[in-house]
């Protein structure tokens, strides 16, 4: 009994490969690939893993998914706006905090539910734009806090290198895109 030893861990383990799972299974549910597209690679992280990246809304592989279809809507609840918000969601940031990894799946859970009327209209209005796990490489290596390159990647996002933080770079090129593609479908409307 002298000998034996005693691990704690500071939170609930969720691995890299237990989202990957999830990530597959959803793709691979006919009812749910309707409303979600992988975009997966994002980008490539330091250690070369993909970076996972998924788009759910409605009539998402459709060209025009971006506005919204008076079709979708009952005529008492057709939004005023012509073009569907967008919301970006990341999770995982700091590789020890995997309440976030759950938080994560809980809500990709829901948002990509076929029978959940409040997924089902939000899909209606919004395209979520979803980055389940921002530092793969962290998370895979088990570190607390900090990336491969040894960063903070959310003290990085006002000037990121490009070969240090590629996902960071990434993830704000998506954002200025999508800002100046939003901004010029309001301007043709």
């Known amino acids: 009994m002298d000998y034996d030893e005693t691990y704690f861990a500071y939170s609930f383990p969720y691995t890299f490969s237990r989202l990957s799972r999830l990530l597959r299974a959803l793709k691979e549910d006919g ?87 409040m997924a089902i209209e939000l899909r209606k209005r919004v395209i979520f734009k979803i980055v389940p796990c921002t530092n793969p490489d962290g998370v895979i290596a088990g570190n607390y806090r900090v990336s491969m390159s040894g960063n903070d990647l959310n003290r990085r996002y006002q000037s990121p290198h490009p070969q240090l933080h590629p996902i960071v770079c990434a993830i704000k090129k998506m954002i200025a895109e999508d800002c100046s593609f939003i901004n010029n479908i309001q301007r043709n409307l």
């Open 31 to 117: 009812a749910i690939t309707q409303h979600i597209k992988d975009c997966t690679p994002m980008c490539k992280s330091l250690s070369g893993v993909d970076v996972p990246f998924l788009v759910v809304t409605s009539r998402v592989h459709e060209d025009d998914h971006h506005l919204i279809d008076a079709s979708e809507h009952e005529p008492d609840s057709i939004p005023v706006q012509k073009s569907k918000k967008i919301v970006f969601l990341t999770g995982r940031v700091h590789p020890g905090e995997t309440n976030s990894s759950f938080m994560m799946e809980g809500f990709l859970r829901l948002i990509t539910s076929p029978t959940n009327q």
